[in-house]
């Protein structure tokens, strides 16, 4: 089976600025994948290559075996993102946000609501339907936004700094949900600075300063002191980006 997500040599520049300085890595199908790195190590901007924002001449990014450059559409429709600022109407109910959503990937009538509902299940958001979302608080909403990128079934789910602005309860029951869905099968590309939400299971690439410094599970990364300690030792050489 093709590998959920594949980078290959990925540079990007912003002018004189390097963001991101020959980036490989990959994600296997089914895990949970943490893109830990400080403040301006490039995490938005892979966001930005791999979702089609953003465009490089300088490597090559598969999405479930597609090239992004190559075959964008059917790249596309293999994922899920969730970005950092929120993109739901508050003026709609969930679950008109979710037919809004639904009907942008062809889907509508029968199939579309039965979709809506299995996605708004896995995130224990069923019962919260009919609300608006103005009336959620932010966990919820976030939850709402991660069911959304779920209707069309993609085989990645792409995250970035999904807990930004949340309460610990919300971040908690937020990262949880996105483990089990890994542990039901999704692919998962987190980005975060916070290591609290990565688990000895879960693969790390570590990203600082537009370079992968490691990929590796978080056990083998944290050793005996911890992944905290690990990451502040890894990534605090030469001062913070
Ligand atoms: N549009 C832009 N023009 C110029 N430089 C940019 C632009 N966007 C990002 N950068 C720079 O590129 C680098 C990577 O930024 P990016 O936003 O991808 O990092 P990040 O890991 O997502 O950081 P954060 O956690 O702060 O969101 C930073 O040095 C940033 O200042």
Do not use: C, W
């Given at each position: 089976m093709a590998e959920a997500l594949r980078l290959e040599h990925?540079?990007?520049?912003?002018?004189?600025?390097?963001?991101?300085d020959d980036v490989s890595f990959s994600v296997a199908p089914g895990r949970f994948c943490a893109l830990l790195g400080p403040n301006g190590a490039g995490k938005s901007t892979l966001f930005?290559?791999?979702?089609?924002?953003?465009?490089?001449?300088?490597?090559?990014?598969?999405?479930?075996?597609?090239?992004?450059?190559?075959?964008?559409?059917?790249?596309?429709?293999r994922i899920g993102v969730v970005f950092q600022q929120p993109t739901l109407d508050l003026d709609?109910?969930?679950?008109?946000?979710?037919?809004?959503?639904?009907a942008l990937h062809g889907l509508s009538?029968?199939?579309?609501?039965?979709?809506i509902d299995a996605a708004l299940d896995?995130?224990?958001?069923?019962?919260?339907a009919g609300e608006k979302a103005r009336a959620?608080?932010?966990?919820?909403?976030?939850?709402?936004?991660?069911?959304?990128?779920?209707?069309?079934?993609?085989?990645?789910?792409?995250?970035?700094e999904p807990t930004v602005g949340l309460d610990a309860m919300s971040r908690k029951a937020?990262?949880?949900?996105?483990?089990?869905?890994?542990?039901?099968?999704?692919?998962v590309l987190w980005a975060t600075h916070l290591v609290d939400e990565i688990g000895p299971g879960d693969d790390v690439v570590v990203l600082h300063r537009g370079r992968v410094l490691r990929q590796a599970l978080a056990s083998d990364?944290?050793?005996?002191?911890?992944?905290a300690e690990a990451f502040l030792e890894m990534t605090a050489e030469g001062g913070g980006a």
């Open positions: 990925v540079s990007l520049s912003y002018g004189a600025r390097q963001a991101l930005g290559l791999m979702t089609r924002l953003l465009v490089t001449r300088s490597g090559r990014i598969e999405i479930a075996g597609h090239d992004v450059a190559r075959a964008p559409r059917k790249a596309l429709a709609l109910t969930v679950a008109r946000n979710m037919r809004y959503f639904a009538g029968r199939a579309a609501a039965i979709r896995r995130l224990a958001m069923r019962e919260r959620l608080n932010g966990g919820h909403r976030r939850r709402m936004e991660i069911a959304r990128a779920l209707v069309h079934e993609p085989d990645l789910l792409l995250l970035d937020i990262t949880a949900h996105v483990h089990d869905l890994a542990e039901d099968g999704l692919s990364i944290a050793g005996p002191a911890g992944l």
